[in-house]
């Protein structure tokens, strides 16, 4: 038989934009081209690419006069449809009959399209590398059948189609991980120096609240389990989220983190889950999220209290179903990440203002674990100390230096309302000074005010901050209430009742204090 010279140029188009099916959108604008071009060859009123999604077919692309958003919208479970199921697994396509449509059985659009029975109908299955992908679908609303010669025309053309859209695929999910890999690149400058020598930290701390830590975290590092990592600002939560990834069996993929407090509530969103080209203004290509840059590995929640309350619910089906949607698109997408989140926030606290859901917070305290603070384990400050020194000492190329026991006892002495961080500081600030590289207690104890040409009593005057007006402290005390609540005064959840305050007397004192009136807060 000759081929029809119309399916000779579908071909030749077809072979052509395969190679430049290099996205999903190029992908999926392939097959609507595809679909418009056997238009010209088969009659229909509606054609479908139905892809297979678990036991389900769901419509990618459609073409013809009954196309609409019902159509794109449908989904069919083969369990229901064994006729269809059938066709699939014959790998052949099959035109349906008047009797296939008395029930429905054979009709893929059943229940959503009012066709009369008997009219055109077939199916196509879509089958690559003995893989299935799902079927295309043909519909005319003539009750007549599609004969012979042009369900063997179909069905060449499926076959087709099917090897178009495999390496379509396969193009789009190469595309894919090298975007992920580029990614994971551009985020390896944000770890934290020392990453793979975290759980070597961790294990040579001597109290016992941080061996008890250690042992936790090394239970849980076996599993998939979601860990919520509390404890004050400078406690070392990071390190610790490093040592849990370390010893999991994701150790081998990445560890990607973001402090959900230093970015702007309009961005933390493209941050995490990515953005398409033309999303918003400044958006001109597409971009993975963190999430996708994690896949396989770890995500570090830093910060997570500070996560916008409107991202919560996102972040919770992310949780739940391992799927999101990146900004500006309507494709899920699918990860497989393990989440660490650290806070020095009460999330449950927070939970019982309304500034944290509560569902949230219970998925992602599944396995929490408190740091102690470094005032309660001081007998781990020695090996912080002389961990950091050595490892300042090979960033640099300096040093190396030896602490004096009147240094550690000086060390040990100490509150450290900053923990960890407050020690680290004071450590480097240390190796600067003049010394050589024996640090002792005067040394440490010294600082760089010190050094200055002014009198103690100059220096002390001078460093010492203005206290604020009464009037400003009350400002900003209103002013961070109303952040927190989203700008909302009156009823629940308001800066009223945040402040405990009766909703007119906040508003009476913010006109005093020049904050506008109180209508356009709430």
Known sequence: MTPHPQTLDLTRDLRAATRLGTSIAAVDQLLTDALSALGGIIPFDLATIMELDGDELRVRVAAGSLDGPRIRRH??????FPSIKRVLESGHARAFEEHDHADGDGDPFDGVLDLPHGHACMVVPLSADRAQLGVMTLDQQKCQRYDA?????ADAFGRLLALAMNYGEQSALLARLRAQLEEQNRLLGERVDGRNDAGHLMETCRSTAMRQVTQLASQVAATDTPVLVMGETGTGKEVLANAIHAWSRRANQPLVSINCAALPASLIESELFGHVKGAFSGAVSNRMGRFQAANGGTLLLDEVGELP?????KLLRVLQEGCFEPVGSDRTVRVDVRIVAATNVDLL????QRLFREDLYYRLAVFPIQLPPLRARREDIEPIARNFLDALSRKSGRGPW???DGAI???EQREWPGNVRELINTLERATILPGGQRIDRPRLETTPLALSNKSPATTARSARPALPTLEQVEREHILNALERTGGKVYGKGGAAELLDLNANTLASRMRKLGLGGARQHR
């Open 349 to 352: 606290a927070a939970a019982s």
């Open 402 to 404: 030896v602490l004096t």
């Open 75 to 80: 989904r069919l479970r083969l369990d229901a």
């Open 309 to 313: 309350i409107d991202l919560q619910a």
């Open 409 to 411: 006892q000086s060390l």
């Open 149 to 153: 010669g042009v369900v063997a025309l």
